[in-house]
């Protein structure tokens, strides 16, 4: 069976974003559903998968990462209000047998992600 993983950089820093909450969601005709939340370890990923095992199935989910409180927490000067608060990727899993890792790379003021390994 397949897993989602996810690594969060600060590209602001050049660090891991350590200490940052992800949140992770299914979409379902049109329903959000909250599957896990945890924070990130000192190198900026999970402790474990998100989803795994007999939960880790094709569909449309949302990784939600809290930006905001952690350049706040990093003391990282940010406006008020933040221009970036929460970033949210919206993804499909269309395989459910692969591994599938969504990193977020950050900076105060962009983002980007991508289909990782």
Do not use: W
């Not at 350590?18 to 599957?35: C, E, P, Q």
């Amino acid at each position: 069976m397949g897993f989602l993983t996810t690594h969060v950089l600060d590209t602001a820093q050049g660090l891991p974003g350590s200490n940052m909450s992800v949140s992770l969601y299914s979409i379902l005709h049109g329903k959000r559903t909250l599957l896990s939340q945890q924070m990130t370890n000192s190198d900026g990923r999970c402790d474990g998968p998100l989803l795994q095992d007999e939960s880790f199935c094709v569909g449309i989910y949302e990784l939600e990462f809290d930006v905001e409180a952690y350049f706040k927490q990093a003391n990282v000067a940010q406006p008020t209000p933040a221009f970036l608060s929460n970033v949210t990727l919206r993804f499909g899993i269309a395989q459910a047998a692969d591994h599938y890792h969504v990193p977020l790379l950050v900076s105060p003021y962009s983002y980007s992600t991508y289909r990782g390994s």
